[in-house]
C-alpha cells in the first residue's frame, strides 16, 4: 500500500479517535479523503474504523456489485454506508447489530450531509442478527464480528444462499473450528481455513485476500459467492 507523504508517520491502526485536528492530513480530492474529512468532522470514530473499513469496502465491491447490503455486526455502520457509496446501484443497506452505538446516528447524519443520495437508504435494524429476513440477492458483510459471531454471520448468509464477505477476528482457540489442521496451522489461521472450507462445501466459489497489516493484524479477508 503506497501512502501519501500526509499519512506516512500517520498510525493508521491507531484507536486515537479522529478530530478536525486531522484534517491536514486528508487534504486530496479522492474520495478516500472526502470520506475522511466528514468523520474528523464527526468527531466520533477511531481512525483505525476509517481505514479498515475503507479496505474492506473497496475489495468487496471489485467482486460483488449490486444488491440489497447487510451489514451483520454493524457497530457505527460506516462499512455499508461506504458500500452504498462504491456502487449507487446497491438500492438499500441495512445495519443490524444487537446494540446500536450513538456513534451511528452521528456517522449516518455526517455522510448523509456530504452525500445526500444517501438519505434514507441506510435501515438500521437493533435486535439478533438473524431478525432480518434475506434473499440470495443480498450482499452480507461483516468487519470485525468477534470470535464466533464470524461463523454465525456466515451461516446466516449460507441459508439464504447470498454472497457474504468477513473481516474474522478474535478467533478463539479453545471454542473455534479448527478443521483438524491446528498442528499446521496457528489457531486462527486454522479456523479461517476451516471457515473457507465451510463455504467451499456448501458450494460457494471461495476469495480470500487482505487488507494491509499496517491498518490490523486481523487482515483476512473471506468472500463467497453461491452457485447460481
Known amino acids: 500500500m503506497s501512502l501519501p507523504d500526509s499519512l506516512v508517520t500517520f498510525a493508521l491502526g491507531s484507536r486515537a479517535r479522529l478530530t478536525p485536528r486531522a484534517l ?7 474520495l478516500l479523503h472526502r470520506v475522511a474529512r466528514v468523520l474528523c468532522g464527526a468527531s466520533c470514530l477511531p481512525r483505525k474504523e476509517l481505514f479498515e473499513s475503507w479496505e474492506v469496502a473497496r475489495r468487496v465491491r471489485r467482486r460483488f456489485r449490486g444488491g440489497r447490503v447487510v451489514d451483520l455486526a454493524c ?11 462504491l456502487d449507487d446501484t446497491s438500492p438499500v443497506a441495512v445495519a443490524v447489530d444487537t446494540r446500536i452505538p450513538p456513534s451511528l446516528a452521528k456517522v449516518r447524519a455526517a455522510m448523509e450531509a456530504e452525500w445526500p443520495r444517501l438519505v ?6 437493533e435486535g439478533p442478527l438473524g431478525g432480518v429476513s434475506l434473499s440470495p440477492d443480498d450482499v452480507i458483510v461483516s468487519a470485525h464480528a468477534c470470535g464466533g459471531l464470524t461463523d454465525e454471520v456466515l451461516a446466516i448468509a ?4 447470498a454472497r457474504v464477505a468477513v473481516l474474522p477476528c478474535c ?3 479453545g471454542e473455534g473450528d479448527q478443521g483438524g489442521v491446528g498442528g499446521w496451522l496457528d489457531a486462527a489461521l486454522a479456523i479461517d481455513v476451516t471457515r473457507a472450507a465451510r463455504l467451499r462445501a456448501a458450494g460457494y466459489a471461495v476469495y480470500t485476500q487482505r487488507i494491509p497489516e499496517m491498518i490490523t493484524a486481523k487482515n483476512r479477508i473471506l ?6
Open 24 to 30: 491536514p492530513r486528508f487534504q486530496d480530492g479522492t
Open 75 to 85: 457497530g457505527h455502520g460506516l462499512l455499508a454506508l461506504l458500500m452504498l457509496l
Open 120 to 125: 434514507g437508504r441506510l435501515v438500521v435494524h
Open 158 to 161: 449460507m441459508a439464504a444462499s
Open 171 to 173: 478467533q478463539d482457540k
Open 223 to 228: 468472500l463467497g459467492a453461491p452457485p447460481r
